[in-house]
């Protein structure tokens, strides 16, 4: 038999759901930011009750959870009232065009006409604000360039001022210093409700893992001691996409290996690798 047969042919796995352990999983209960989630939606509150709303900031280094709250955010708006939600990604929606495409897109359902000029597909889009209440989300706001970030902000964040808007605001930045790399005006109309997301504790990134792989694991693949010394690693970057990593990448050798669980030699290994 073949190396690819006998690969392709195993179909033991260790995992019920792999998925579990992408930094994009959106998981449905939300570990160690409560009081973040709860503030985002009391700050979304008001347009339901066609109020005006505030501006919302969400700060914090890479992986500390921004975009997994605001994302569960939207979903329980999307759920639970009529109200439409955009999400941008900046990583993907890198430029001032490439935002109000994806704005026009959730608005009216369908992309715009081919070779409008920006100037027409934004005012396409203030106008239909006008009539429709929404969630707008601009997640990394920081990838954008200085130009195509002063104009959202000065486009957006002033649109209940000019076109009569009811739109609810969140941006999410990296860090508090890309603020006062923008123009004077994009900085004062930044100062709205800002939703800091300090780096994970030792506790809580176990507490993340550990319900990661419960989800993710058959049972008795991973041991709560091994979990804790991969949380501990973790902590000393503050990051937990370093403890996801790390299990994923354990899991996957020992499914090549046929095995059934994960030994502390593995962890003692992967843990020095990805150093």
Known sequence: MSIFDEVMGNNYTV????????????????????????SILMNIKPVLLNSKTINTILIG????????????????????????????NCNIQDTARKCYLQIYRVLFGHDSRRNLSTEIIQEEVMN???????????????????????KIINDFFRANEFYHSNMALIVTINNETFKYCL???????????????????????????????????????????????????????????????????LAQEVDSENRTKIEDEDIIKHIVLLD
């Open 15 to 38: 995992f019920k759901n792999p998925d579990i352990f992408t930094i994009d999983y959106l998981p449905e209960i939300i570990q160690c930011r409560d009081k973040q989630l709860r």
């Open 128 to 150: 239909k604000l006008e009539e429709e209440s929404i969630i707008l989300a601009i997640d990394d706001l920081n990838y954008l360039s200085k130009n195509d970030a002063n």
């Open 183 to 249: 123009e004077k005006n994009a900085q004062s109309i930044l100062l709205g409700h800002e939703i800091e997301f300090n780096d994970y504790t030792e506790e809580e990134i176990y507490t993340i893992l550990k319900y990661r792989c419960e989800l993710g694991f058959k049972e008795g693949v991973i041991s709560d001691s091994q979990i804790k010394k991969i949380s501990h690693h973790s902590a000393k970057y503050g990051n937990i996409r370093k403890g996801l990593t790390i299990i994923y990448m």
């Open 61 to 88: 280094n890479t992986s500390t959870g921004k975009t997994t709250v605001l994302k569960h955010a939207l979903r329980e708006i999307e759920e639970h009232t009529n109200i439409t939600t955009c999400y941008i």
